[in-house]
């Protein structure tokens, strides 16, 4: 049981570049979130997915785009990289919105 | 409690002492909150929750107290060991249509030392 496993770990983008990360999770949850985390700020969320078939702006939005691609799977794109994108990425999931959300390892995206 | 900044609050301890960590909430409408454990290179790991419809929730080794007159939210670890050490956030969230959107504080690191 691998829980929510987040593709790639790490990334280097050069500024205006896109790309797509990947989030899955296997425990049949209902929704998934994409937060980013900046030193000292904490946790933001960027999107979330309350079930299959929505999804919903959350806290910071601008400069991303998701995909609910099934009940498995949250994708994150930045359509045009940029140096303030620059944080760790963590795709969670959990079993109905604001219950208890299981974090992935988080992907490392630095922006050039 | 938490800061305003880049620096996070931080706590040291010794070994086999209780720790109590402390986090200040922003929105008197928040009805659930989390207590989540960072450790370096991994994601947040769920410690225990609380509704407000609770002042105290007890786990393993793990206490959470919330004080809504105040908005204050702690948690208490006792017996605190070397593995305990790590960021630890407090998160709230709002029912209603804004169920799932967790707001985290800023964080505090937990060092233990032997």
């Known amino acids: 049981n691998a829980g929510v496993t987040q593709t790639p770990k790490f990334q280097v983008l050069k500024t205006g570049q896109s790309m797509t990360l990947q989030c899955a999770q296997d425990?049949?949850?209902?929704?998934m979130y994409w937060y980013r985390q900046d030193p000292g700020m904490g946790l933001r969320l960027i999107y979330y997915s309350a079930s299959e078939g929505t999804t919903d702006k959350g806290e910071v939005p601008n400069g991303y785009n998701v995909s609910r691609l099934n009940k498995r799977e949250f994708s994150l794109r930045l359509e045009s990289a940029a140096p303030s994108q620059t944080s760790v990425y963590f795709c969670a999931s959990s079993v109905l919105i604001n219950t208890e959300a299981f974090f992935g390892q988080g992907t490392r995206l630095t922006v050039v | 409690g938490e800061s305003v900044g880049l620096h996070l609050p931080t706590l040291s301890v010794q070994e086999g002492d209780n720790s109590i960590i402390n986090c200040a909430y922003s929105?008197?409408?928040?009805?659930?909150f989390i207590w989540y454990k960072q450790e370096s290179g991994k994601g947040p790991q769920f410690i225990i929750d609380?509704?407000?419809?609770?002042d105290k929730r007890q786990g393993q080794r793990v206490t959470v107290l919330l004080n809504k007159t105040v908005k204050h939210l702690s948690l208490q670890i006792a017996a605190t060991q070397p593995g305990d050490s790590a960021v630890y956030f407090c998160?709230?969230?709002?029912?209603?249509?804004?169920?799932?959107?967790?707001?985290f504080g800023q964080g505090t690191i937990l060092t233990v030392h032997p």
């Open positions: 998160a709230e969230t709002i029912g209603g249509t804004s169920y799932g959107k967790l707001t």
């Open positions: 609380i509704r407000s419809n609770m």
């Open positions: 929105n008197s409408a928040s009805d659930y």
């Open positions: 425990m049949n949850h209902n929704s």
